[in-house]
């Protein structure tokens, strides 16, 4: 018997149909991946398993009707989620953030919520740091390791992760998953929503692929490839069409010149750093997360003002300006949480796809905002980065979190940038959408523009950069350029120096793109 089965369930918004009479059935002691475009509906299965949205059909327990209309009642059953959009609150502390998912009275124990978390953190091999920081202070990897714990704090039968590795490294995501094999093997069911295929075959042992709301094949993994769930998943994908690299054309683009960054007790969060990067060349930046790349997108972009050295585009000094003049002078940006930093989730899509200084002053007049223009410009970018979407006139909330990206990436686009700072970019995307993405990112370089791509998944950097260095603890390290060596890559990831029989070259000069 299931442990848990779905009979014709179904979820609407707006009279769009997001789940369409959808039959599922979860065994006990199996890992089921879950795969499907941006927007075919994974993650609203996954809400309306975990109680989050309401949903229509029969939902049955060890062969018990029951009905879960809201997140209490799965974790009473003893379902547990991990979100792909983090369910922490930032103004609280780690253990204040778990003490919401283990206790219900009026008096917590913080000190024993403490020693639970640790005991069962270092059972599980999750490192979370220290528990009493508040959230919105820590990296986008140590939340996640921290909605992972959450949700693992107390006994739990099926257990849903939705895209739990997006911003995890290599040897992460094996720990992740030598945590979750003998959970499997101890009856556990789980349930895991990925893009990444090489992961489905790896760790899951059955898949369920999703298309447009409705399961279109069920696989074990034993009789299927990563051939064929790419087909199932996207049809016939036609192949991608990779524009022509130039070389790098010479200019310097960006220069970062012994640049440093020091929190209030004068620890060193950036440790002169220097690099350069040519007009028509991507620079990937790789590491663990939280060695220096939020410090990094924050200065490029006006939020934080280095405490030392200097920054120039195309020559010009804009160190320690501002959000507005680093925008003017030509930087777009691919921000690392698009929820928070990319959209505004209550205004429309047309409104988010002109929310840029530069855009928005193409679409207005003496008399104000041309909205028919502004609607036709949102309409473009939506057929032209296939962003799923009921209207343009929908709000940005009702997008899955991989077209809210396509809308974001579309609008930077749009501007024809000299600099394009792109922060995990397709962090939750599926394969075409990803494909799509990393498109557009190689395109900048055709109008001469140059790319930072700052990004925990190493398969991206080593994709698309034409060299790449890596951050440890603030400092950056030179990691080669084209053809690159991915062990020594993944050394430096982790501070190791790997053996060289020839001197590395310095990160101030400019690769053969």
């Known amino acids: 018997m299931p442990l848990l089965s779905l009979r014709a369930v179904s979820v609407s918004y707006d009279d769009v149909s997001a789940l369409r009479s959808t039959d599922l059935d979860i065994e006990a002691g199996e890992i089921r991946a879950v795969l499907g475009e941006n927007g075919a509906g994974k993650s609203t299965l996954m809400n309306a398993i975990y109680g989050m949205v309401a949903a229509k059909g029969e939902f049955l327990w060890d062969g018990r009707r029951v009905a879960i209309d809201n997140p209490a009642e799965a974790r009473n059953l003893g379902i547990g989620m991990v979100h792909q959009e983090f369910a922490l609150v930032e103004a609280l502390t780690v253990t204040e953030n778990l003490a919401l998912a283990v206790e219900d009275g009026t008096f917590v124990d913080y000190d024993r919520v403490r020693q639970t978390a640790r005991r ?289 990436v579309g609008r930077a686009m749009a501007r024809r940038p000299k600099l394009l700072v792109a922060f995990n970019p397709t962090r939750g995307l599926d394969l075409g959408a990803a494909r799509d993405v990393h498109q557009a990112i190689r395109g900048v370089t055709q109008w001469g523009g140059a790319v930072l791509l700052i990004s925990t998944d190493l398969d991206e950097v080593l994709a698309l950069s034409d060299r790449v260095g890596v951050l440890y603890r603030g400092q950056l390290t030179d990691g080669g350029s084209r053809p690159f060596a991915r062990t020594d890559v993944g050394l430096l990831m982790g501070g190791i120096r790997p053996a060289r029989d020839t001197p590395a070259p310095t990160l101030g000069t400019a690769g053969d793109g």
């Open 120 to 408: 069962r953190a270092d059972e599980l091999g999750l490192d979370i740091g220290d528990v009493d920081l508040e959230v919105g202070e820590l990296p986008v990897g140590s939340r996640q390791r921290i909605e992972i714990l959450k949700a693992l704090l107390t006994e739990v039968r099926l257990l849903i992760l939705d895209e739990p590795t997006a911003v995890l490294t290599p040897s992460e995501i094996e720990q992740l998953f030598a945590v979750l094999r003998p959970l499997r093997d101890s009856g556990v069911a789980i349930l895991l929503i990925t893009h990444k295929l090489g992961e489905v075959m790896a760790l899951a042992d059955s898949v369920t692929v999703l298309r447009r709301g409705a399961v279109v094949a069920e696989r074990s993994i034993a009789d299927t490839s990563q051939d064929e769930l790419a087909r199932l998943m996207v049809g016939d994908m036609p192949p991608s069409q990779e524009v022509e690299r130039p070389p790098a054309r010479g200019t310097m683009m960006l220069e970062l010149t012994a640049v440093s960054l020091r929190d209030k007790p004068g620890r060193a969060r950036l440790d002169e750093i220097s690099l350069e990067v040519a007009a028509g060349e991507i620079f990937g930046i790789a590491g663990v997360d939280g060695n220096g790349q939020q410090e990094v997108y924050e200065i490029l972009t006006g939020h934080t003002a280095a405490t030392a050295g200097t920054w120039r585009l195309a020559g010009d000094i804009v160190h320690g300006a501002s959000v507005e003049a680093v925008s003017n002078h030509g930087v777009a940006v691919i921000p690392p949480e698009r929820r928070r930093d990319g959209a505004v989730l209550d205004m429309a899509v047309w409104e988010n796809a002109i929310l840029d200084g530069q855009i928005l002053a193409l679409h207005t007049s003496k008399k104000g905002l041309d909205q028919n223009r502004a609607q036709t410009f949102a309409a473009e970018l939506v057929d032209r980065y296939r962003i799923v979407c009921s209207s343009t006139e929908a709000t940005a909330d009702s997008l899955s979190g991989g077209n809210l990206q396509k809308l974001i």
